[in-house]
């Protein structure tokens, strides 16, 4: 059995590499808001479980062991944050902490039970992928909104969930999964987008719109 610290530990760099890259100590470290020799001490760790690969000065990848802890943790978390919106109607803003306190200790039987309630969703409220149980998780190919040049038409695809007040802000402004938006001005040296969201006109900032994951419509 592994802790809920070392599952995190794999959690993040999976994300941090989407699974193709090796990830620095420092970038492991800030993301989990822990010192540097703390993320140095459980790569080791980790490393002798065989769940990672750590080289001094070249970073940290997964195992295939690892990742498929990885992957496991990460499905626990997307199927808890859909049951706890879809079921029981608990705020796409407040999922995600409540999915981080309950990833680490789903049983598969109940992880079944949420699935098949479900019927086996692909993707959680906030448009990530859900893993499957065999660990295939969906490669998304979508630009980020802040990257959208002026002119396009698009949907919204995903949004990041790990700032309850920026989901909060994004909900107000209807910039959700499967909302058309069209940016009518990119003012980048102004920090900010000009934006018709499902037929209204809207601006929002760069920084918010790096949380914004879109598909560009076709036709563009």
């Known amino acids: 059995m592994l802790s809920a610290a070392s599952e995190d530990y794999l959690k993040t760099i999976y994300k941090l590499s989407e699974g193709d890259e090796t990830v620095s100590t ?3 470290a800030a993301r989990l808001n822990v010192a540097p020799p703390s993320a140095t001490a459980m790569m080791k760790k980790l490393a002798a479980m065989k769940l990672v690969r750590h080289e001094k000065y070249r970073g940290v990848e997964l195992t ?10 990460i499905r626990h978390h997307r199927l808890i944050e859909t049951y706890l919106a879809e079921v029981l109607g608990v705020a796409w803003d407040k999922v995600h902490d409540e999915a981080e306190r309950l990833e680490h200790v789903l049983s598969e039987e109940v ?3 949420m699935a098949a309630a479900l019927n086996h969703p692909l993707r959680d409220p906030h448009g990530a992928p859900i893993p499957t149980l065999n660990g295939e998780v969906a490669r998304d190919n979508w630009e980020r909104l802040s990257d959208s040049r002026e002119g396009i038409s698009a949907i919204v695809r995903r949004v990041s969930d790990e ?7 994004l909900s ?9 938006i069209e940016v009518l001005r990119a ?3 102004e920090g900010v987008l000009q934006l018709k969201i499902g037929g209204v006109r809207k601006t929002i900032g760069l920084a918010p719109a790096r949380a914004v ?3 560009i419509t076709p036709e563009n």
Do not use: D, M, S, Y
């Open 26 to 28: 420092q970038a492991l």
């Open 213 to 215: 994951f879109v598909e």
């Open 111 to 113: 992880e079944a039970k």
């Open 163 to 169: 700032n309850a007040e920026l989901l909060r802000h």
């Open 172 to 180: 107000e402004i209807n910039l959700v999964p499967g909302t058309p």
């Open 64 to 73: 295939p062991a690892g990742e498929k802890i990885a992957l496991e943790v």
């Open 187 to 189: 003012a980048p040296e």
